[in-house]
């Protein structure tokens, strides 16, 4: 018997070749000068870097609307391949895939409404994917219920530090010391 996992006992990493797209770390339309880069790490229980991960953003756009704007999966109507942005359009969603560091990078703008960036993680071994916040710096945050409710060395799994002018780091530890808080949907 085989000590590796066969596919049916693992998941991906098939979807970092099939689901990133065109632009999908560029939320904020090109030259916006309210843009702000949010960036970090995906480690695993080990704290090795996760190389094959992907991480999806939702957020609402600066203005607080939630509508989004259609966008972000624009098809080419010669190849029926995906185009990605048309780089002026705030759409409100990325996709980003972690490079062979577990570095991951988006280009957004701040949300209006709320002081957080909604996340959804997909990681190799995990069959299912994870939900989390990254909470952006401010006194938005002081009254945030989630935030209320954590110990503060849990809370602190879910804050951005400030990394540089309009430049926030946000590591994910899928588990073990330091684990990034994660919430369940039901």
């Known amino acids: 018997m085989s000590e590796l996992p066969t596919p049916a006992q693992t998941v991906g990493p098939f979807y970092g070749y099939a689901l990133p797209f065109p632009g999908g770390p560029q939320i904020a339309p090109a030259g916006h000068p309210g843009t702000l880069t949010v960036h970090g790490r995906v480690y695993d229980g080990e704290g090795a870097p996760v190389p094959d991960a992907l991480l999806e953003i939702w957020q609402p756009g600066p203005d607080g609307s939630r509508s989004g704007a259609p966008g972000s999966m624009r098809r080419d109507p010669a190849t029926g391949g995906h185009a990605g ?9 990325g996709r980003i895939a972690t490079d062979a ?29 994870l939900f989390t916040r990254i909470y952006l710096p401010g006194p938005e945050t002081d009254g945030d219920p989630l935030l209320a409710s954590l110990a503060p060395e849990r809370r602190a799994t879910l804050l951005a530090a400030e990394h540089g002018p309009r430049t926030l780091r946000f590591d994910i530890r899928l588990q073990g010391p330091g684990e990034t808080v994660f919430l369940d949907f039901p």
């Open 101 to 129: 560091d577990g570095n991951w990078a988006v280009r957004t703008l701040p949300p209006g409404d709320l002081p957080y960036l909604s996340v959804c993680v997909f990681a190799r071994g995990l069959l299912h994917h």
């Open 85 to 93: 942005r048309d780089g002026v359009v705030f759409t409100g969603f």
